[in-house]
């Protein structure tokens, strides 16, 4: 009897020390990995950005918008990596664009007295500008000027991207950001029969075509081609062409407005509150980079 209880206890001991060590190597890591897999997310840790991000915004709010735009552009520049980056350059854009299409001072404007023989275009060529942004810098309701009449006009240098996989349109003023708009719709291309299909570019990289603007139409609430020279100039729509072709902006209404999308063949859409602040900004010969 003794003989078998002592082999007992020695079964005992291989087999249960077997069953330990089985669980302790191979069971038990198995279990607290499927545990761990069960836990919630840990949250991200505090983006340290975010105090400088609420000094810019409080900025903005209370309308110290010189002061506001050198900060968000400090931000921009400083934060590559902040969460608050989209909404920081979404909200220098607006402040940008509040200061350039407005009479208030900045050190880049320049005063223009009317003379003799004026006219609104005359004035937009020699300042290199365009007539809607002369008009909406001054807040004019018609195009007629007088004499000895002070125009302020920023002095810009605009460049536009066209960037279709991050569907946005970046507007550069001297080289530096100043607005970005969304993309609405991008044009769906339909295959060719017998013409062979663009080779696709290498995951995650970006083909940049350079170009240029080559028109900037207004279209009328008939469908019919404007100019500001004509009478009544009251555009409802725009196109900016460039020339890199099948890349043409044209306004996009909202979906439920009503209204029909007076749109190229192959076109990228934006809102029209976007395409009239980018008819007024670019002029003929900017410089245009259509990135794909």
Not at 96 to 106: D, E, H, M, Q
Not at 197 to 219: D, F, M, N, Y
Request: net charge positive; glycine share 6%; with cysteine.
């Amino acid at each position: 009897m003794i003989k078998v209880f002592i082999v007992i206890l020695i079964a005992i001991g291989v087999f249960g020390g077997g069953a330990y060590w089985t669980y302790e190597l191979f069971l038990r890591p198995h279990q607290e990995l499927k545990e761990e897999a069960m836990l919630p997310p840990e949250p991200p840790p505090p983006d340290p950005s975010l105090p400088d991000f609420e000094k810019c915004v409080a900025l903005q709010k209370e309308h110290k918008l010189t002061e506001a735009q050198t900060a968000f552009a400090q931000f921009v520049a400083s934060n590559p990596d902040s969460s608050k980056l989209e909404e920081a350059r979404d909200r220098l854009g607006v402040i940008n664009t509040s200061i350039f299409l407005s009479p208030i001072p900045a050190p880049d404007k320049q005063e223009y007295i009317v003379k003799s023989g004026d006219v609104l275009t005359k004035v937009a060529n020699r300042l290199k500008t365009t007539p809607e942004l002369i008009m909406r810098a001054n807040n004019l309701s018609a195009s007629m000027l007088r004499i000895g009449q002070k125009l302020v006009v920023s002095n810009g240098d605009f460049s536009v991207i066209v960037n279709k996989p991050a569907k946005k349109v970046v507007l550069l003023n001297h080289g530096r950001y100043f607005k970005q708009y969304p993309i609405r719709s991008l044009p769906v291309h339909k295959a060719v029969a017998g013409k062979k299909p663009a080779k696709p570019t290498p995951h995650g990289s970006v083909q940049k075509l350079p170009g240029k603007v080559t028109e900037r139409i207004a279209w009328s609430a008939k469908g019919e081609r404007v100019t500001f020279a004509d009478k009544h100039y009251a555009p409802t729509a725009f196109w900016i062409a460039f020339s890199v072709p099948g890349n043409t902006l044209y306004s996009e209404p909202d979906a439920d407005s009503g209204e029909t999308a007076h749109k190229p063949p192959t076109g990228i859409g934006l809102t029209p509150d976007a395409m009239e602040e980018l008819a007024a900004l670019l002029r003929k010969g900017d410089p245009a980079t259509i990135e794909q």
